[in-house]
C-alpha cells in the first residue's frame, strides 16, 4: 500500500502553497509589483500602522484589481473543489465530477439567456444589473440541479444511478439549448458567450464576489461536519444506515450544496473544468480517503491550483489574457489522463 502524508505535514505543505499562490497573484500581472511592495501594500490595505510612502500605485492596484481577483479564485477554487469531494463521496467513485448533477450545464444554459436575451431581460434598476448574468446562471445551476434530484427520487427513495443518467441527460439537453442560443447570437453577443464559457477571473470585482465568499463560506464550514457521514457512506448505504447515518438527508444536503457552490462559482467565473475532478483526486492519492482531511486539504489545494492556472492565463500571452479554462484543461487532462494509467493493474 503506498504510504500516506501525515495530515500535519499535508496541511503545512498546502498551506504554504496556497500562500505562496495568493502572494504571487496579488503582485505578478501586466504590472508587476516587487514582492516585499506587494506585502507591504497588502498590510498597508489591512489598517496596519506603516509607512506608505512610494506605495500609492501598488494600494491602487491591489486594492482595485488584484486583491477581488485573488479573493474569486481562491474562492472559486476552493468551492469547486469541496463539490468536487461531496460527488464523488455520494457516488462513491473518485472519477465523479460535480457537472454529473448538471449544476453547470444549467448555470451555462442561464448564462446564455441571460447574455443573448439581455436587451429583453433589461429595464432593471440600475443596482441590480450587474448581477443579471450571475443571478441567471447560479439559478438555471439550480434549476437543472433541482430536476435532476426530483428525476432520481421516487418511493421517497434516490437511485444514485437515475440521478447520474438524468443528470447526462439533462447535461445534454442544456448543452443543446445552449447551442441555439450561440447560433442565434449576434457578433458581440456570441464573443461574450464564447469567452463566458471559457471561464475567467477577469473583471473580477467586489459586487461578483461577495455572493460567492458567503457561498463558499457556508460549503467550508458546512461539509467538514459531514465527513464521519462520508466515511460511512464509503461502506455502501445499507452499512451506513446501520450506523445511524440518515442517507437520504446526507443525499439531499451534498447534492444541495453542490448546486450552490458550483452554481455560485460557475455564475462568477464561468465554467471552470476539471478543479472539482483532478484536486480530489490527486488529494487522495496522497492523503488517503479519509473526509476529515481530503475536504480541508482539497479546499487548500483547489483554492492554489485556480490561482497559479489564473497567473499562467495572465503571463503565458501578456499583454493579452488566456481563459482560465483554457488553462485548467491543459493542466488537468494530461495529469488526470496519467493518474489513470499509473493506477490501472
Not at 500581472?29 to 496596519?48: N, Y
Not at 448533477?101 to 448564462?111: N, R, W
Request: charged residues 10%; proline residues 6%; aromatic residues 6%.
Amino acid at each position: 500500500m503506498r504510504p500516506m502524508l501525515a495530515p500535519r505535514v499535508l496541511f503545512i505543505g498546502l498551506g504554504g502553497l496556497c500562500l505562496l499562490a495568493t502572494w504571487l497573484s496579488l503582485a505578478l500581472g501586466p504590472v508587476s509589483l516587487p514582492l516585499l511592495d506587494t506585502l507591504r501594500a497588502g498590510l498597508q490595505l489591512a489598517g496596519l500602522p506603516l509607512d506608505g510612502q512610494g506605495l500609492e500605485q501598488a494600494e491602487m492596484i491591489l486594492g482595485q484589481i488584484r486583491l477581488p481577483r485573488t479573493l474569486l479564485g481562491l474562492a472559486v477554487g476552493a468551492v469547486l473543489a469541496l463539490a468536487g469531494v461531496a460527488m464523488q463521496g455520494l457516488f462513491r467513485n473518485p472519477l465523479a465530477d460535480p457537472g454529473l448533477v448538471g449544476v453547470s450545464s444549467g448555470a451555462a444554459l442561464g448564462a446564455a439567456v441571460a447574455i443573448v436575451c439581455g436587451s429583453v431581460l433589461g429595464g432593471l434598476p440600475s443596482f441590480l444589473e450587474p448581477y443579471l448574468l450571475s443571478a441567471c446562471a447560479f439559478l438555471g445551476g439550480l434549476a437543472v440541479t433541482a430536476l435532476v434530484y426530483r428525476l432520481g427520487r421516487k418511493d421517497g427513495q434516490t437511485s444514485v444511478a437515475v440521478m447520474l443518467l438524468a443528470g447526462v441527460a439533462l447535461t445534454a439537453l442544456a448543452s443543446s439549448a445552449v447551442g441555439l442560443f450561440t447560433y442565434l447570437a449576434d457578433d458581440a453577443t456570441l464573443r461574450t458567450l464564447t469567452f463566458w464559457n471559457l471561464g475567467s477571473l477577469n473583471g473580477a470585482s467586489y459586487q461578483r464576489l461577495w455572493p460567492l465568499l458567503l457561498i463558499a463560506l457556508g460549503v467550508a464550514l458546512w461539509l467538514p461536519r459531514r465527513a464521519e457521514a462520508l466515511n460511512a457512506l464509503l461502506l455502501g448505504e445499507s452499512e451506513a444506515r446501520h450506523l445511524g447515518i440518515e442517507v437520504e438527508r446526507l443525499k439531499r444536503e451534498l447534492v444541495l450544496c453542490t448546486a450552490l457552490g458550483v452554481g455560485a462559482a460557475v455564475a462568477a467565473a464561468g465554467l471552470i473544468g476539471f478543479v472539482g475532478l483532478v484536486v480530489p483526486h490527486l488529494v487522495r492519492q496522497v492523503a488517503g480517503p479519509d473526509h476529515r482531511v481530503l475536504l480541508p486539504a482539497s479546499l487548500l489545494a483547489g483554492a492554489s491550483l485556480v490561482l497559479f492556472a489564473d497567473l499562467i492565463a495572465r503571463m503565458a500571452l501578456a499583454p493579452a489574457e488566456l481563459p482560465i479554462g483554457i488553462v485548467t484543461a491543459f493542466l488537468g487532462a494530461p495529469f488526470f489522463l496519467y493518474l489513470l494509467v499509473r493506477g490501472r493493474p
